[in-house]
């Protein structure tokens, strides 16, 4: 018998009847309705970063008249040497928040799943501390960490014959008493967060993991994480993001100090731009800080590819 003939391959459509099927599709009035949003976010979001890009090759204080000075602003930022003390204390920050505030929103998060009748109330309580604007939650744990006798920390360690402590004014201590300030202040909405994803896990699975007589620890590590999986590899890039520009804490709290234990990079940021006027050093940091959180960003999502999708 003959050959069915075989099918011909499908035209290609030109650019002009691309164009008219997406007009008829109603391409125009979208455009029209998005077109307000996207020049508003062109203009405050993608603009100023254009705008940085030629500042940090200029030399400005944004009053004079700027001058051009090539890659001299960066080769200054590289030279400070507070610069690789702010860096370091911006790693150390952010490695004590990982340590302290990361398993803590996912071991809230799983016992309010447990809780039946109170698992609102408890919701509640724990976002509190996010409402609370950020400078007024420093001040506040500022006045528990008075180096006094009558400092709220102070007296709960004079109950048991201790203290005081000069939680801010040691430079060993200064910076993990900011981190403690920053997990109660941030943690809620993580564990908001993970509360949600764990409520969308399926009752089957954990059904199935008793039957086989698995017990609580057990369904946590072989149910309820590898569920949780994507939205923690998300949720840790957020943190590494976060903590490495932390800023408002350590500036209200301790202002850099003791001893520069506590200037960050954001710090120095402000330090060049507010305090010497040198915007264009200022925004020179602020790249070389944008490329490396870009770097960072992208050898962790090549490397967590594949468990994420497994």
Do not use: C
């Amino acid at each position: 018998g003959a050959r069915p003939r075989a099918k011909d391959p499908p035209r290609r459509r030109g650019p002009v009847a691309a164009f008219t099927s997406w007009v008829r599709r109603g391409g125009v009035s979208t455009l029209v309705i998005f077109l307000p949003l996207l020049i508003t976010f062109g203009y405050f979001a993608w603009w100023p970063i254009l705008k940085s890009l030629i500042l940090a090759f200029q030399s400005t204080d944004l009053i004079t008249e700027p001058s051009w000075v090539g890659l001299r602003n960066f080769e200054r930022v590289l030279a400070d040497p507070l610069l690789w003390t702010a860096a370091g204390n911006t790693v150390w920050f952010a490695t004590l928040a990982l340590l302290i505030g990361f398993p803590l929103p996912i071991l809230m998060a799983m016992l309010m799943a447990e809780l039946r009748r109170s698992r609102q109330i408890s919701s509640v309580l724990v976002y509190l501390p996010v409402i609370i604007p950020p400078v007024v939650s420093v001040l506040l744990w500022k006045q528990f960490y008075d180096p006094s006798s009558s400092g709220l920390f102070n007296t709960v360690l004079g109950w048991f014959g201790l203290g005081p402590i000069g939680w801010l004014q040691d430079p060993a201590l200064a910076m993990p008493s900011i981190v403690i300030q920053a997990t109660w202040a941030t943690a809620g909405t993580a564990t908001i967060i993970y509360l949600a994803a764990l409520m969308s896990i399926q009752a089957e699975l954990y059904d199935a993991a008793e039957v086989d007589g698995a017990s609580i620890l057990q369904r946590m590590w072989h149910v309820t994480l590898p569920q949780l999986r994507s939205v923690i590899l998300l949720m840790l890039l957020l943190q590494i993001i976060g903590t490495m520009q932390v800023f408002t804490d350590p500036f209200v709290m301790t202002g850099g100090g003791p001893e520069n234990r506590t200037v960050t990079l954001l710090m120095l940021i402000y330090n060049y731009a507010f305090l010497s006027g040198d915007f264009g050093k200022a925004t020179a940091l602020s790249l070389l800080l944008a490329l490396v959180l870009s770097v960072v960003s992208a050898i962790y999502l090549r490397l967590t590819r594949k468990w994420s999708e497994s």
